[in-house]
DNA sequence: ATGTATGCAAACCATTTGCAATGAC
DNA sequence: GTCATTGCAAATGGTTTGCATACAT
C-alpha cells in the first residue's frame, strides 16, 4: 500500500481511539504516530527520542511512554523483548507480519517472513483465550557469529593438546 | 521422566558445561541448578531469591545473576520477557515445549501446549541462521478478561445515549 | 599459591511518577 | 473555565558493576 495512504488511515484509527476513549487529540500524540509510520521500521524509545529532536518536535520521554502506551492499546504498534532489559518497537499496521530471529551471540535482529507459518498460527483456535496477536522469536546464531565460532572452538581445541 | 533422573542428568550436563569453559565447580551454582528443578516452573529473580534464603541457602542477587547466566548460556534454563519490565525463567530440560498465552488485560501467562504447532516450527529450515530454541507468544484475553471487557463495553454503550 | 567467584553496596539505566504549568475542549 | 496532558525532575526497581574477601583448583 502506498505509504500517504497508510498515514491517512492510521491518523484516522488513532482518532477513532482517542475520540472513543475521551483522549485528547494533542499535536506530540500525532506526531508521534506519523514519524513513526513514516520511515521507522524498529526502533528503540533513546532512537525515537532523539529522531523527534532532529526533526524540531521536542517531546519529554515521559509524554513518549505515554503516547507510546495509547498506541499499543489501539494496536497501531508493536512492542518487543528479545532478552536484553531494552524494549524494541514496531508500526503495526499494513506491515507484513513476519517473525524475529535474534543472533544470542551478536543480539542482531533479522526479520523472518514465512507466510505459511503466519497462517498455521493464525488459524489455531485456542479454548478460553481469544488471541489478538502474536510473536514468534527464534534464537539461535546468526551466520557471521556461527561461523566465528566454529573456528574459536577449533582453536581452543589446539590450545587443549 | 522421573525427577531424580532429571536432577542428575541436568547437573551433570551443568559440570560438563562448566568443566568445558574452565568455570569452578562452586556450591552455590549446584544449589541453583537444584532448586529450579526441584519444583520451580515458571520464576522471576525475586521469589528465587526468596526460595533459596527459605531453604537456607542465602546467595547474593550478583550470584543469582552470574549463575543464571550459565545456566542460559548451556541451555538449562530459558529466559522470557512478556511485556512488563520483569524476567520470568523455567527450566529448559524435560521440560515439555510449550507456547505462552499472556492476557493483555491481567498479565496473566497461560502455558498452551500444541505438539503439531511445536513440530512446524522447529522443522522449519531458515537459511543463514542457526536455531537453538523460540518462544511463541500469544497475546489477547483470557476468558475472564473477555467476559468483563464484554460487560463493560455495554455499560459504555449504555453511558453513551 | 593463584586467580575465579562471592557478597555487598553503589551505580546504572529504562521506565514511571508527582506536580506545576500548559493548552484541548 | 475545566481538567487532561505536557515537561521536568525525582523516584523506582530490576539488573549490573567494582572491589575486598573467600575459596575452588
Redesign the interface.
Known amino acids: 500500500m502506498d505509504n500517504d495512504k497508510v498515514l491517512e488511515i492510521v491518523n484516522q484509527k488513532f482518532t477513532e481511539y482517542l475520540t472513543e476513549n475521551k483522549c485528547r487529540k494533542t499535536p506530540e500524540r500525532y506526531a508521534i504516530l506519523n514519524l513513526i509510520y513514516s520511515d521507522h521500521r524498529h526502533f528503540d524509545m533513546d532512537s525515537l527520542y532523539k529522531a523527534m529532536t532532529e526533526q524540531n518536535f521536542r517531546v519529554s520521554r515521559a509524554t513518549l511512554y505515554n503516547t507510546m502506551q495509547l498506541l499499543l492499546e489501539c494496536n497501531l504498534v508493536l512492542?518487543h523483548?528479545?532478552?536484553q532489559?531494552l524494549?524494541f518497537y514496531e508500526r503495526a499496521y499494513n506491515n507484513d507480519m513476519h517473525h524475529h530471529?535474534i543472533c544470542?551471540n551478536c543480539h542482531s535482529i533479522?526479520e523472518?517472513k514465512?507466510a505459511e507459518?503466519k497462517s498455521?498460527?493464525q488459524n489455531?483456535k485456542?479454548k478460553?483465550?481469544?488471541?489478538?496477536?502474536?510473536?514468534?522469536?527464534?534464537?539461535?546464531?546468526?551466520?557471521t557469529c556461527?561461523r566465528r565460532l566454529k573456528v574459536k572452538n577449533k582453536q581452543l581445541k589446539v590450545n587443549k593438546v
Open positions: 512492542k523483548q528479545f532478552g532489559n524494549s530471529l544470542t533479522r523472518y514465512n507459518l498455521i498460527i489455531r485456542i478460553n483465550f481469544t488471541p489478538s496477536h502474536y510473536s514468534l522469536y527464534v534464537f539461535g546464531f546468526c551466520s556461527a
